[in-house]
């Protein structure tokens, strides 16, 4: 079965940049949907953005503009890149590989911090 391992967060100055990677360690082609989700603390965990084996992308209204999700399935890798970070962008963010019918699994997630 797939796992996802989750990197790329880091401590940010409102404003900047971070690109987040989450590498799966089968292919990803048989995998629907590939998505990146966040929680803050206190809050329910919630969709930022997710590709489709289709390229079909989704994204949150939240991040929109700012966010740009990619797939590269030669690397069996999904891509979140985030610009002008908010301080409202911090938060654990979690990568999911969904199969329809089949199976959903979460990466261990990775630490993004926006300091104002």
């Known amino acids: 079965q797939v796992q996802l391992v989750e990197s790329g967060g880091d401590l940010v100055q409102a404003g900047g940049s971070l690109r987040l990677s989450c590498a799966a360690s089968?292919?990803?082609?048989?995998?629907?949907?590939m998505g990146w989700y966040r929680q803050a603390p206190g809050k329910q965990r919630e969709l930022v953005a997710s590709?489709?084996?289709?390229?079909?992308?989704h994204y949150a209204d939240s991040v929109r503009g700012r966010f740009t999700i990619s797939r590269d399935n030669a690397k069996n890798t999904v891509y979140l890149q985030m610009n002008s970070l908010k301080a409202e962008d911090t938060a654990a963010y979690y990568c999911?590989?969904?199969?329809?019918?089949?199976?959903?699994?979460w990466g261990q997630g990775t630490q993004v911090t926006v300091s104002s």
């Open positions: 999911n590989a969904l199969r329809y019918a089949s199976f959903s699994i």
């Open positions: 089968g292919s990803i082609r048989m995998i629907n949907v």
């Open positions: 590709i489709t084996n289709g390229n079909s992308i």
